[in-house]
């Protein structure tokens, strides 16, 4: 049980002063922290002033931490009561040993169980100045301490989170029967059964640390699949993909973008499991300009003690994606456990890729068409396949024809063309 002093009766405070303190407080927390603070109830009812304040959130955290507050202001308090949604302060008499009117002393309750959160202070006659900081600080701690919902966060900081990889599977993606198969042994099996690989750490190691991975690169061409992958991965094993592309998050946020990222890790941390994409990861890289070396200086190393950060307590796994791993910081490689290279396809692939965009055609026709698309990725194979069918709805509709698949010949002229305009 606690103690605190009441305040001499002479030191108070006029109610109408008081109330212009706290407006102006909650009016400059507001701001500072970007949010909207409802309006307090302030008023005088039978001798007693009343203050009650929303908060966004009570949590038994948030509670101690206010306790800490009210015994930096007030001398000697009693805890009224500790239970879940409720939580009641009482100031007691500067003399411990005199109890009467105790209840005319400031009360500070705490109370919500899943919403309408608030704070609310009693206390007869007016306050003393101690005891309005007092109520100022445990309202700047509720807000302060409130924690945005991760997703909102990483909104925020520039990540898109997918949670369905929108009727995406393994299917979606033709050919690449090795890739998928070192993602299945490399990514899924231990996200999918942590606790055999955790196992086996604590028999095996002095220091427990996990031997799951934790960052995984993905390399290779424009186009080969490799976004495409990382969610449906994230829809296999049931957790969000936070997808951050680098580069335009270096370019929102210029000269802030190391604090995003470091925020992006904490958000995804508290998630409690996702995949961290981060993809145009070379784009820390690049660029000469003077600038902008500086803010990539400083995203590359919050990259590289997060990646380092990330141990057995973690549940987030990384996927980096580049197009020029040659050009990427050797710290930063060496931060991945494993890299996984995906090629342009090959012509079976490209077969079974315009397959997957033209089902309707035989299999020597993909052959034709597979044969005909050299060093084409599956972006472009897809795009071709578009444009074809663009092309054939135009003359559909001409022609005032009912829908058909474009013919053949159509996707073949479509294939020559680019390749022809790209030689
Ligand atoms: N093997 C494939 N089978 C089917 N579609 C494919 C294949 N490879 C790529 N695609 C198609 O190409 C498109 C682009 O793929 P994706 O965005 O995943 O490529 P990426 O490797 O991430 O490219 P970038 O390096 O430019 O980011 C996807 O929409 C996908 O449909
Ligand atoms: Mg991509």
Sequence with gaps: MAIATMNNETDTISFDQMKTQIDRALEELAIKHNTFVSEPYIGFEKGFTKISVSIPELSPALIIQCLGIIKDHLEHIRIHAFSDGYYAVQALNKNLFKTENIFDNLKIEFSGLTTNFKIECTKKGNLSQEEINCINALVYKAYSQAKENPVTRLIK???????????????YIAGYEEVKRTIRESIILPLKNPKVY?????????????????????????????????????????????????????????????????????????IGGSILFIDEIDSLAGSRDQNMYEATRRILSVLLRRLDGIGAISNTIVIGATNRKQDLDHALISRFDQTIHFPLPGEQERASIFG????????????????????????????????????????????????????????????????????
């Design 157 to 171: 900081h520039g990540a898109s989170v997918y949670t369905d990889a929108g009727g995406l599977d393994w299917n």
């Design 198 to 270: 955790d196992s086996i750490a604590e028999i095996t190691r002095k220091t427990f640390e996990t031997n799951r991975p934790k960052a995984i690169l993905f390399e290779g061409p424009p186009g080969v699949g490799k976004t495409t992958i990382a969610r449906i991965i994230a829809k296999e094993v049931q957790v969000p993909l936070v997808y951050v592309p680098v580069e335009s998050i270096m370019s929102k946020w210029y000269g802030q973008s190391s604090q995003n990222l470091a925020a992006i890790f904490d958000a995804c941390d508290d």
């Design 356 to 423: 997957n965009y033209a089902k309707h055609l035989s299999l020597e026709e993909l052959a034709k068409l597979a044969a005909a698309s050299n060093s084409l990725s599956g972006r472009t194979i897809k795009d071709l396949c578009e444009q074809t069918e663009r092309r054939w709805a135009r003359k559909l509709i001409i022609k005032n024809l009912p829908p058909s698949p474009p013919p053949f010949e159509y996707y073949y002229h479509t294939v020559k063309s680019f390749i022809a305009a790209q030689a």
